[in-house]
């Protein structure tokens, strides 16, 4: 099948928004030098739970229980997650951010601000207006369906 022009416009946008966050991300000292691909996905994933298990960690990012106790045990070890253990089940052991994980985790959030503001204000109040509206078109349509 041949790529439409449609196509390969959305793969080029894609592809500069890519791009730039990784730019952007290597600007950040902190996120790019503390932490590997897998522990900024762990550390968004606890962000956005603010409490989660080892367990639904490598649930999540699809890794093996050996693999997500060494990344969680390191990450711990630079005192960016903690863990506490479950007051009703001795057995279970909660994950959640230190401080130090919050403001990295702050870090993060904010990459993709940068981004909006980089691509948004090349357009003038009209054309912002017009991307914003199909882009949250677009997004509903994929929400009804469930994904892409």
């Not at 940068?114 to 949250?136: E, G, H, M, W």
């Amino acid at each position: 099948m041949e790529p439409t022009k449609e196509s390969e416009r959305v793969k080029t946008l894609i592809d500069m928004i890519v791009n730039r966050y990784q730019e952007i991300e290597s600007t950040v000292p902190l996120l790019s030098k503390e932490l590997s691909g897998a522990e900024r996905r762990a550390l968004k994933m606890v962000a956005g739970a603010k409490r989660v298990t080892i367990g639904s960690i490598g649930g999540r990012l699809n890794m093996p229980a050996s693999t997500t106790t060494w990344l969680v045990g390191n990450l711990v070890k630079r005192s960016i997650f903690k863990r506490e253990q479950d007051q009703n089940d001795r057995r279970k052991t909660w994950i959640e951010l230190t401080e130090k994980g919050r403001a990295l985790a702050g870090l993060m959030d904010r990459i993709p601000d940068r981004i909006a503001a980089d691509l948004l204000y090349k357009l003038d109040p009209d054309q912002r207006k017009t991307f914003v509206s199909l882009v949250n078109d677009a997004l509903n349509r994929i929400g009804e369906v469930g994904s892409l």
